[in-house]
C-alpha cells in the first residue's frame, strides 16, 4: 500500500495561483503513474492530470493551459500547479496511484479543499 500526503490547499481569488504537493511513501518500487483527481460539490470525482516515471502528461480540457503537473521522482513527490483559478476549480484535490502489478489497490490521498473565490 502507498501513502500518499498532500499539502497546499487554500482559498485564492479568481485568477489567483496554488502549488499542490503529494509525497509517496510505503510501498513506492516503481511507480509508474501518478495524477490529481478533484471532487466538487454534487459532482464525481474527475481526474485532472496524470504524469508517468518517464514525465509523459496528460490533463482534463477544463484544464489544460492553466495547470502543470510535475513530478521528482527522486523525492517520490508529485506537484500540481495551478494558474488562472476559477470558480469551478473549487474542489477537493485528491493525489492517486493507480493499482498495478507491484500495487493490488489504488491509492488516495486524504484530499485538499482549493476554494477559489473573491
Known amino acids: 500500500q502507498v501513502q500518499l500526503v498532500e499539502s497546499g490547499g487554500g482559498l485564492v481569488q479568481p485568477g489567483g495561483s496554488l502549488r499542490l504537493s503529494c509525497t509517496a511513501s510505503?510501498?513506492?518500487?516503481?511507480?509508474?503513474?501518478m495524477g490529481w483527481y478533484r471532487q466538487a460539490p454534487g459532482k464525481q470525482r474527475e481526474l485532472v492530470a496524470t504524469?508517468?516515471?518517464?514525465?509523459?502528461?496528460t490533463y482534463a480540457d477544463s484544464v489544460k493551459g492553466r495547470f502543470t503537473i510535475s513530478r521528482d521522482n527522486a523525492k517520490n513527490t508529485v506537484y500540481l500547479q495551478m494558474n488562472t483559478l476559477k470558480p469551478e476549480d473549487t474542489a477537493v484535490y485528491y493525489c492517486w496511484v493507480p493499482a498495478d502489478i507491484w500495487r493490488s489497490r489504488t491509492s488516495w490521498g486524504q484530499g485538499t479543499q482549493v476554494t477559489v473565490s473573491s
Open positions: 510505503g510501498n513506492i518500487f516503481n511507480i509508474n503513474t
Open positions: 504524469i508517468t516515471k518517464v514525465l509523459r502528461t
